[in-house]
């Protein structure tokens, strides 16, 4: 290819991507589906971006995955799955805003809820679901029925970390204990819920 041939053809692909308003960066693209569902949720370092992509996996790939840093329309959606990673007991301030800012769009529509906790590498115990899934997540989305929900072991990458949260966890070994099958068996239960 003839040098000139290659800079129009790298320019034109600059501008096509320039023009098209609705890309958007960090969303999964999944299959397409009848069904509008949406899994949004928010994370410090990763393992909550995983889990969301995983239960979108385990729901055959058809529900998009947003960050919710990506502020997402929800006007679109009829079903959605919220979660978040744990840190100090809550998951994020943004999280919880962007969930207070969209109450009415998530109200009635929430068909499952999962929270990605470390817990320092132990397992999770029914008081952490009951703790981060009934007395803090499906309140703030104010779900008033029992949806399928799960805690899932996380993981810490200290390297991913803001330096101050990074010096706390400093006596901590790294480790992962997120595992995909969990979260594609949620998914799963998800879907199996909504058809």
Same mark, same amino acid.
């Given at each position: ?91 994020? =301030? +943004?999280?919880?805003?962007?969930? &207070?800012?969209?109450? $009415? %769009?998530? !109200? ?72 995909? =099958? +969990?979260?594609?068996?949620?998914? &799963?239960?998800?879907? $199996? %819920?909504? !058809?």
């Amino acid at each position: 290819m003839k040098r000139r041939s290659f800079l129009q053809l790298g320019v034109a692909g600059v501008g096509a991507l320039a023009l098209n308003k609705n890309s958007q960066a960090l969303e999964y693209y999944p299959k397409k589906s009848d069904k509008k569902i949406a899994v949004i949720y928010s994370t410090w370092c990763g393992s909550a971006r995983d889990a969301a992509v995983w239960i979108s996996e385990g729901m055959g790939g058809i529900a998009d995955v947003f960050d919710i840093r990506e502020k997402p329309n929800l006007k679109n959606y009829e079903h959605f799955i919220v979660g978040g990673a744990i840190r100090s007991f809550a998951t994020s =301030p +943004e999280l919880q805003d962007y969930i &207070k800012q969209n109450k $009415d %769009s998530l !109200k009635g529509k929430v068909r499952g809820l999962f929270a990605v906790c470390g817990n320092m590498g132990n397992p999770i115990t029914p008081e952490l679901v009951t703790r981060y899934i009934d007395e803090h997540l499906a309140q703030l989305c104010e779900v008033t029925q029992k949806v399928p929900s799960n805690v899932l072991r996380g993981r810490i990458t200290k390297s991913l970390m803001e330096p101050e949260n990074a010096q706390m966890m400093a006596s901590f070994e790294d480790y992962d204990n997120l595992k995909r =099958p +969990e979260c594609m068996t949620l998914g &799963k239960e998800i879907l $199996d %819920s909504i !058809k």
